[in-house]
């Protein structure tokens, strides 16, 4: 009897893992244009195929009371991000990138989902971000996990 329990169990759990990685719109609370949903879509089923279907979004309204994220508790780059050509030729934008933030903290695959509308400033917001470490990942149940983490980064002439 409890092999067979363990040979069901065995069974049903990888499909259980795989099921994570599916796409539901109504579960995302973000809004992006269809190209970015489907960058973002492409990013998120490539990454939690890639870790085995442990991938949580932090928008996903459904985690709500259940995921812990503290944003703040980071490390950031020191030093001046704005690319010296784009402030001489006036050049400003938001970048908006989704991240992975894996369960030591460390961030991962840094992708742009909304352009500035200029390749350096987009540039720039990857590798800022590629350099970045969060001191406590996001905890599921109290269970680290990785998670999928968007950011806004604007570039402002003052």
């Known amino acids: 009897m409890v092999r067979l329990l363990i040979a069901i169990l065995g069974a049903v759990l990888p499909v259980r893992a795989n099921a994570e990685c599916t796409i539901d719109p109504a579960r995302m609370n973000f809004s992006l244009s269809s190209e970015s949903l489907a960058i ?3 990013m998120f089923l490539q990454l939690c195929a ?3 279907g442990e991938l949580v979004d932090i928008t996903d309204p459904t985690l709500v009371g259940r995921l812990e994220w503290n944003p703040r508790s980071l490390s950031l780059p020191h030093g001046d991000y704005y690319p010296t050509e784009a402030k001489r030729q006036r050049w400003q934008g938001t970048v908006v ?3 992975l933030v ?3 903290g ?3 695959q840094p992708t742009v989902l909304v352009s500035s509308g200029h390749r350096v400033l987009d540039q720039a917001a990857l590798e800022y971000w590629g ?3 969060f001191t406590s990942p996001a905890r599921l149940d109290g269970r680290p996990v990785r998670a999928l983490v968007y950011r806004k980064m604007p570039f402002k002439i003052r």
Request: no cysteine; charged share 30%.
């Open 40 to 42: 973002r879509n492409t």
């Open 50 to 52: 890639s870790v085995g």
């Open 97 to 99: 990138l989704a991240i």
């Open 102 to 104: 894996d369960v030591d």
């Open 106 to 108: 460390s961030v991962h």
């Open 131 to 133: 350099k970045v470490k």
